[in-house]
């Protein structure tokens, strides 16, 4: 079992920047991938981000060039940032452990 808890949500105006977090409580050295996926009200989950375990990238045609994600190993955290942010970002993110533990999801709202 693998817990994973979000922070780093919050409320910005468009343009602005955020960085979530996603704390895991065992080791991520090993694992696959990390990834983090975004659901607005009434839409389906959707994928926002992944990494692996060699550190490759994969990212939405939405969020790329303006979202970057990142791990540190040695804290067991995934980070997303997003910058430039639109307010069709806004969303409840979830980070994932290899599409097999989620978080409880963290919340983003851009204003216009």
């Known amino acids: 079992q693998v817990q994973l808890v979000e922070s780093g949500g919050g409320l910005v105006q468009a343009g602005g920047s955020l960085r979530l977090s996603c704390a895991a409580s065992?080791?991520?050295?090993?694992?696959?991938?990390m990834g983090w996926y975004r659901q607005a009200p009434g839409k389906q989950r959707d994928l926002v981000a992944t990494?692996?375990?060699?550190?490759?990238?994969n990212y939405a045609d939405s969020v790329k060039g303006r979202f970057a994600i990142s791990r540190d190993d040695a804290k067991n955290t995934v980070y997303l940032q997003m910058n430039s942010l639109k307010p069709e970002d806004s969303a409840v993110y979830y980070c994932?452990?290899?599409?097999?533990?989620w978080g409880q999801g963290t919340q983003v709202t851009v204003s216009s």
């Open positions: 990494i692996t375990g060699g550190g490759t990238t």
């Open positions: 994932t452990y290899a599409n097999i533990y």
């Open positions: 065992r080791s991520i050295f090993s694992i696959s991938y």
